[in-house]
């Protein structure tokens, strides 16, 4: 927890707004997207999604293949709290709601469907633009997957394609190498060697419109350190930190920036 508040601060200190930024791809999408205050009928699907799940008081074993949990205990844990204390907040669902909708995706992966949080935004943003994106999600949890994927049917969100597997197995796999995710929101394993491990499996699967988001880039010194890394790769061209998530482009007509931006 000090690591994290100790980090914020530093972010705080260093962040800007759209006044400090001269890209114009970086301004429209802050401008246009980030900082959009206009309510969306889909933010109210959003909710009605996450307080089905604040209602549900069951329990569930969860099978943990990342870097491990700083708020539970124990390994059996009540759906409504990993919805309260584990899953996207509203505030960042309507955010990645704004972003599918602005960048309009044909193809998307997740890795980390948890309970279906973030799904849900993706899958609204995509079908706000009447494209219904292919999205792809991937949980490593029988039992979390198996509350998502009631969750998703429930709400009609038919354009996802829920798979049980661990990561690093799905990534790896050679067909991995034919597909073209346009937008990966990465919200698994929290590790170093995990974070790296997908970077570099989906590097061949990039192109000049490909957005990826890291979600939890300053959760620990390792993760800070991951997105360093990341930052350097020579194929990265523009990123933005905005404490929680780092935003990577791969851009070939942008000179290498880099941000650090409130929101």
Not at 9 to 17: R, T
Not at 64 to 88: C, E, L, P, Q, W
Not at 231 to 238: G, M, N, Q, R
Request: hydrophobic share 40%; aromatic share 14%; glycine share 4%.
């Amino acid at each position: 927890m000090l690591f994290q508040i100790k980090s914020y601060l530093q972010f705080l200190w260093h962040s800007k707004n759209e006044h400090a930024v001269h890209s114009p791809f970086v301004f429209s999408l802050l401008t246009k997207c980030f900082y959009d205050k206009k309510s969306k009928p889909e933010y109210a699907v959003l909710r009605k999604y996450r307080n089905s799940l604040l209602a549900n008081y069951n329990t569930i074993e969860v099978t943990d293949f990342g870097a491990g949990s700083k708020v539970f205990k124990s390994n059996t844990r009540s759906i409504t709290k990993i919805a309260k204390m584990a899953g996207i907040s509203p505030k960042r669902a309507e955010l990645l709601f704004r972003i599918t909708h602005y960048f309009q995706p044909d193809s998307i992966l997740e890795i980390g469907t948890s309970l279906g949080l973030a799904t849900a935004a993706l899958s609204l943003g995509s079908k706000s633009i009447g494209s219904k994106a292919k999205i792809t999600t991937l949980e490593g949890c029988p039992n979390t997957m198996a509350i998502a994927k009631s969750q998703l049917q429930l709400f009609q969100f038919d354009n996802v394609h829920p798979i049980v597997t661990e990561f690093s197995s799905f990534l790896d796999d050679i067909q991995l190498q034919t597909l073209n995710f346009q937008l990966v929101y990465f919200d698994g394993n929290h590790s170093k060697k995990a974070t790296l491990d997908y970077f570099e499996l989906l590097l061949p699967t990039i192109t000049n419109e490909t957005v990826w988001i890291f979600d939890d880039i300053h959760w620990s010194p390792e993760m800070k350190e991951v997105w360093h890394i990341i930052k350097k790769h020579p194929k990265v061209t523009v990123t933005i930190d905005t404490f929680q998530w780092g935003f990577v482009f791969f851009r070939r007509e942008q000179p290498k920036e880099h941000f650090i931006i409130r929101i």
